[in-house]
T-cell receptor, first 112, second 110 residues
Framework: DGGITQSPKYLFRKEGQNVTLSCEQNLNHDAMYWYRQDPGQGLRLIYY???????QKGDIAEGYSVSREKKESFPLTVTSAQKNPTAFYLC???????????FGSGTRLTVV | SQKIEQNSEALNIQEGKTATLTCNYT??????LQWYRQDPGRGPVFLLL?????KEKRKERLKVTFDTTLKQSLFHITASQPADSATYLC?????????FGTGTLLAVQP
């Protein structure tokens, strides 16, 4: 079955540590995205990539980094520079930007 | 800034009635709008896409409209069921990305 897999589902980290969230898709989609969701707020775009080896900052990129070395994979690193990293992180992919997105099941990151 | 606005108040309706959710956009003109369903603790699931040159789109019990004069999209679920209870997200197309609204929680009472 084609889909998009995020791991882990829950992640706990100490303040000041970097952490990497995994996102893998087998849909052969060119475009991939990372969103952050906080209670009472819409999904906010962190980074997106339209093609391998290329990515662009979204609206809230500060304190985050990504890579896109393979079409299937788009990992997100939450660095210690991110002021408020506790949130629900969603990865998505699409054929192109104007098609419906397929989302993963999310990673809930808690920083203590 | 470009915005997608949805009613933050929950919508409570009786089973069998039609649910209507509203999405307004400001400070830009999206070429298309998308609607997603999100259940608690899960990722959103794509439901429908409507382009600016389309007035209406249907899929089974779902119908979505796009009014460029009112800068609004309406999302209808006919013959609603308790299983339709979820948060529904509207998203507008921008350059190479989507802008999401905060979502509207729909609760269908049996």
């Amino acid at each position: 079955d084609g889909g998009i897999t995020q791991s882990p589902k829950y992640l706990f980290r100490k303040e000041g540590q970097n952490v990497t969230l995994s996102c893998e898709q087998n849909l052969n989609h060119d475009a991939m995205y990372w969103y952050r969701q906080d209670p009472g707020q819409g999904l906010r775009l962190i980074y997106y990539s339209q093609i391998v080896n290329d990515f662009q900052k979204g609206d809230i990129a500060e304190g985050y980094s990504v890579s896109r070395e393979k079409k299937e994979s788009f990992p997100l690193t939450v660095t210690s520079a991110q002021k408020n990293p506790t949130a629900f992180y969603l990865c998505a992919s699409s054929m192109t930007a104007n098609y419906g997105y397929t989302f993963g099941s999310g990673t809930r990151l808690t920083v203590v | 800034s470009q915005k997608i606005e949805q009613n933050s108040e929950a919508l409570n309706i009786q089973e069998g009635k039609t649910a209507t959710l509203t999405c307004n956009y400001t400070n830009y003109s999206p070429a298309y709008l998308q609607w997603y369903r999100q259940d608690p603790g899960r990722g959103p699931v794509f439901l429908l896409l409507i382009r600016e040159n389309e007035k209406e789109k249907r899929k089974e019990r779902l119908k979505v409209t796009f009014d460029t004069t009112l800068k609004q999209s309406l999302f209808h679920i006919t013959a609603s069921q308790p299983a339709d209870s979820a948060t529904y997200l509207c998203a507008g197309g921008a350059t190479n990305k989507l802008i999401f609204g905060t979502g509207t929680l729909l609760a269908v009472q049996p």
